[in-house]
């Protein structure tokens, strides 16, 4: 198994941090940016399409809660089931940067910042 690691690279578009997840550390997913299975991800696709890292940089909506690709109900029932904060590590990104969030979440052993 892998060992979790601050890697900006492994920051999904949604916010959360793949180099905590127990699918990528054991080898089972490569991750948001380098999953090729995550076509269905439409925060993903979006992103792909404006070329940014992740929605902390779109510029179409200031409040990620705005947004329907990123609040739809795949990812509302993700943040119950997991009580997963995606806004808040959207919010942590804008604030201290893409390099500061991934050594926050790899300090942490997390992939979310929970609710």
């Excluded at 991750?31 to 070329?51: D, F, L, M």
């Excluded at 808040?88 to 300090?107: D, P, Q, T, V, W």
Aim: with cysteine; hydrophobic share 30%.
């Amino acid at each position: 198994m892998k060992e979790v690691t601050a890697d900006r690279g492994l920051i999904a578009s949604c916010g959360l941090y793949c180099g905590a997840c127990k699918s990528y550390l054991s080898d089972r997913c490569a991750g948001c940016k380098g999953n090729v299975k995550a076509a269905w991800c439409k925060v993903r696709s979006c992103c792909q399409e404006k070329k940014i890292p992740s929605c902390a940089d779109c510029k179409e909506y200031d409040d990620v809660s705005k947004c329907e690709k990123f609040n739809n109900i795949f990812s509302k029932l993700f943040g119950l089931l997991f009580s997963s904060d995606r806004r808040g590590c959207i919010r942590m990104i804008k604030s201290g940067g893409y390099e500061c969030f991934a050594n926050e979440m790899a300090l942490r052993k997390a992939h979310t910042i929970k609710k």
